[in-house]
């Protein structure tokens, strides 16, 4: 299929192909509850002893390139994403690729490593006695407190990338967000993607 992006409307389709704020925000929603038992369980083990957080780095990091990456490469979206009836492609209606794919999630993983980092700094920081004697609710107030620039730069960086990413869908036709345009990918509904795909192919749409 040509590499062209897909217009921002078809005459043949009424209201908009692209999944907007609202769309994007319920899928949200739905994957932070599908997520959530899995990092409570994960939790969970952290706060057995100090090094709970190292054995459970893998498992939790794997676990997010699966759920945002490939599932992204293998069904066009997460499954929240999925359930709410809108699908990840290429810009051209081509199924997401590997590419498109990891760099969508890529400044997200980069924050997260980065999160990790900063963990990692901290307990390296704290002794087994002390880690065990805080509360749930306390740890990781207490251990942000270690390392007090480190966090708040977490914590700022993470709060642009996410603003930054709502404020560019709210600001063009398409609905993209950052990293759609860093991957070359939109997010159309799927109920739309077949005609889209059609029409597409026979140039019958409304360029603007």
Not at 49 to 61: A, E, W
Not at 151 to 158: C, F, G
């Amino acid at each position: 299929m040509t590499n062209r992006l897909l217009p921002t409307k078809f005459k043949e389709i009424q209201g908009s192909i692209y999944a907007g704020f609202w769309h994007r925000i319920g899928a949200l929603l739905l994957d932070f509850v599908i997520v959530y038992p899995y990092v409570l369980l994960l939790e969970y083990i952290n706060g057995l002893s100090r090094l709970g957080f190292f054995y459970t780095l893998v498992p939790y990091l794997a676990f997010f390139l699966i759920y945002h990456v490939y599932l992204v490469k293998r069904y066009g979206g997460t499954p929240g994403k999925l359930i709410v009836g809108i699908k990840i492609v290429k810009k051209n209606a081509d199924d997401a690729d590997w590419q498109a794919a990891i760099m969508r999630y890529i400044i997200t993983f980069s924050l997260l490593i980065f999160g990790v980092i900063v963990m990692i700094s901290a307990l390296n920081l704290i002794d087994d006695t002390t880690f065990l004697n805080l509360t749930f609710q306390g740890r990781n107030k207490y251990l942000s407190e270690l390392n007090p620039v480190i966090s708040k730069v977490q914590i700022w960086l993470t709060a642009i990338w996410v603003y930054s990413e709502f404020i560019v869908l709210l600001t063009n036709e398409r609905k993209r967000s950052i990293h759609d345009f860093m991957a070359g990918t939109v997010v159309v509904k799927s109920k739309y993607l077949p005609t889209i795909r059609e029409l597409f192919m026979k140039e019958e749409f409304i360029n603007k």
